[in-house]
């Protein structure tokens, strides 16, 4: 059992960057592999970025690739998507989740846990 918090969301101008952060409570959490999400208003909610359980995979949309960064620091119980030169298309609600002892996966319906979401907007 994980519960996830995720936040860092906010308002910014293209091209700028923010950080989101997701903090995990509970047991296992070195053992989760970790995923962000978006979903923008009329559309599906998407895959963003992955990160293994040890860190030592990472898995992007090629929307976003070479842009976000998916990180973790299993000390602090914390995922991160540093998100750079944003974009108008980056808005939505971002959502963290996690996956119990499962490998990697970009699928959502085989993570086990979310975050509340965060709400994310670029303007133009």
């Known amino acids: 059992q994980v519960q996830l918090v995720d936040s860092g969301g906010g308002l910014v101008q293209a091209g700028g960057s923010l950080r989101l952060s997701c903090a995990a409570s509970?047991?296992?959490?070195?053992?989760?592999?970790m995923g962000w999400f978006r979903q923008a208003p009329g559309k599906e909610r998407e895959f963003v970025a992955a990160?293994?359980?040890?860190?030592?995979?990472?898995f992007y949309a090629d929307s976003v690739k070479g842009r976000f960064t998916i990180s973790r620091d299993n000390a602090k119980n914390t995922v991160y998507l540093q998100m750079n030169s944003l974009k108008p298309e980056d808005t939505a609600v971002y959502y963290c989740?996690?996956?119990?002892?499962?490998?990697?996966?970009?699928?959502?319906?085989?993570?086990?846990?979310w975050g509340q979401g965060t709400q994310v907007t670029v303007s133009s």
């Open positions: 509970g047991r296992t959490f070195s053992r989760y592999a």
């Open positions: 989740a996690a996956r119990n002892f499962g490998a990697t996966t970009i699928r959502a319906d085989e993570y086990d846990y």
């Open positions: 990160i293994s359980w040890s860190g030592g995979s990472t």
